[in-house]
């Protein structure tokens, strides 16, 4: 899979802020290189131009908080905190997580954006399938 959904709560309680994670290598590493370009600063420059942007921004986050609020039986054990475990719904902390968030059927434009502008394929075996837990080959 290229995201998965974890668990809100770990060690007996503990939040964990960020339920949606980016787990196909090739897509980490492409997101990575955006974040290392600058895209932070470049996304948060245009929330803060792009009203329309900001609106999409904050419908996502607010969609984020209502699946983390219903995954936890309707309580919020992730305090308030949105996309990237931000209590900013503007905020652009960390790209790979409003990717996975976007991933896992958020209309999160921020994610939108970054999966626009990296390649979608591997040029390498990273992905291909290997051998089962018992060691037979595919």
Do not use: M
Request: aromatic fraction near 4%; include cysteine; proline fraction near 7%.
């Amino acid at each position: 899979p290229s995201v998965i959904d974890t668990q809100l709560t770990v060690n007996a309680g503990t939040p964990f802020r960020t339920p949606f994670w980016v787990t196909c290598p090739w897509l980490a590493e492409g997101v990575g290189e955006v974040e290392c370009a600058g895209a932070k600063s470049e996304r948060a420059a245009r929330i803060a131009e792009d009203l329309e942007l900001a609106r999409r921004v904050d419908v996502a986050d607010a969609r984020y908080r209502d699946l983390s609020a219903a995954e936890g039986g309707g309580a919020d054990v992730c305090d308030g905190v949105g996309i990237a475990g931000q209590r900013e719904p503007r905020g652009t902390k960390c790209l790979h997580a409003h990717v996975a968030t976007r991933l896992a059927g958020v209309d999160d434009p921020i994610g939108e954006a970054v999966l626009a502008t990296v390649p979608h394929e591997c040029d390498d075996d990273r992905c291909a399938p290997g051998p089962d837990v018992r060691g037979n080959a595919p």
